[in-house]
T-cell receptor
Framework: GAGVSQTPSNKVTEKGKYVELRCDPI?????LYWYRQSLGQGPEFLIY????????DSGLPNDRFFAVRPEGSVSTLKIQRTERGDSAVYLC??????????????FGPGTRLTVL | QKEVEQNSGPLSVPEGAIASLNCTYS??????FFWYRQYSGKSPELIMF????GDKEDGRFTAQLNKASQYVSLLIRDSQPSDSATYLC?????????????FGGGTRVLVKP
C-alpha cells in the first residue's frame, strides 16, 4: 500500500516568510508525528497527533511553529517568520496504534526546508 | 547526558565482516527499541525492533537488548557495501514521553569492498 507522503520535497524560502509543510499518513494510522532532522543529527521530535488532537507538542521549539490535523488524516506543519536556523529536513511519520506495546513508526521522505 | 547515545563513527568495516553498533539509553523504564537505517538524503527505514532482553535475529541483522545495562546493539553479519548508511537507534521512553521515539545521533557505517 501507499506509504507516508510529504509535500513539497524541497522548499526554499526567505527569512521572515511563512511556510506550510504537508504530510499524508498511511491510511488507517491514527498516530502522526513530526520530527526535524539537522545535518548529522538524529530526528528530533516536534509534535504528536492522536486523531485530530495534538497529544504532545512538547518538541515545538517556539510559538512560530504550529501544526494541525483537522480531519485526523492529513497534517500541516506551519512555520511563521522563518529563520535561517529553521533550515532542516522535516520528517513526518505515522503509526497504527496497537494495545500492549509500542510498535514502529513509518517515515515519509521528508521536506528539505532551506531558509535564505 | 543525552537520553539516547550512539558513537557517531564512521565505523569502517571490510566487506564480509561483522559490523557492531552500540546504543545506550538513560531511561531505565524504556520498553521498546528500534534500529533504523538511513541512507544519505533519504528518510529512516526500520530494520529491527526488540522488546525483550536477549537476541533477536532477522537475516543478516541481530539486535541485542540488555535492560539491566541499558544498552541495545545491532550486529550486521557479512557486511555489504550496500549496508553503508547511518544507523539510528530509537527508544520509546515511558511516562509522559512515551508517545514518541527518542533517537540517538546515529552511527555512520562505511563498508569497504
Amino acid at each position: 500500500g501507499a506509504g507516508v507522503s510529504q509535500t513539497p520535497s524541497n522548499k526554499v524560502t526567505e527569512k521572515g516568510k511563512y511556510v506550510e509543510l504537508r504530510c499524508d499518513p498511511i491510511s488507517g494510522h491514527t498516530a502522526l508525528y513530526w520530527y526535524r532532522q539537522s545535518l548529522g543529527q538524529g530526528p528530533e521530535f516536534l509534535i504528536y497527533f492522536q486523531g485530530t488532537g495534538a497529544a504532545d507538542d512538547s518538541g515545538l521549539p517556539n510559538d512560530r511553529f504550529f501544526a494541525v490535523r483537522p480531519e485526523g488524516s492529513v497534517s500541516t506543519l506551519k512555520i511563521q517568520r522563518t529563520e535561517r536556523g529553521d533550515s532542516a529536513v522535516y520528517l513526518c511519520a505515522s503509526r497504527r496504534l496497537l494495545a500492549g506495546f509500542y510498535n514502529e513508526q513509518f517515515f515519509g521522505p521528508g521536506t528539505r526546508l532551506t531558509v535564505l | 547526558q543525552k537520553e539516547v547515545e550512539q558513537n557517531s563513527g564512521p565505523l569502517s568495516v571490510p566487506e564480509g565482516a561483522i559490523a557492531s553498533l552500540n546504543c545506550t539509553y538513560s531511561d531505565r523504564g524504556s520498553q521498546s527499541f528500534f534500529w533504523y537505517r538511513q541512507y544519505s538524503g533519504k528518510s529512516p527505514e526500520l530494520i529491527m525492533f526488540i522488546y525483550s532482553n536477549g537476541d533477536k535475529e532477522d537475516g543478516r541483522f541481530t539486535a541485542q537488548l540488555n535492560k539491566a545495562s541499558q544498552y541495545v546493539s545491532l550486529l550486521i553479519r557479512d557486511s555489504q557495501p550496500s549496508d553503508s548508511a547511518t544507523y539510528l537507534c530509537a527508544v520509546n521512553l515511558v511516562g509522559a514521553a512515551g508517545n514518541k521515539l527518542t533517537f540517538g545521533g546515529g552511527t555512520r557505517v562505511l563498508v569497504k569492498p
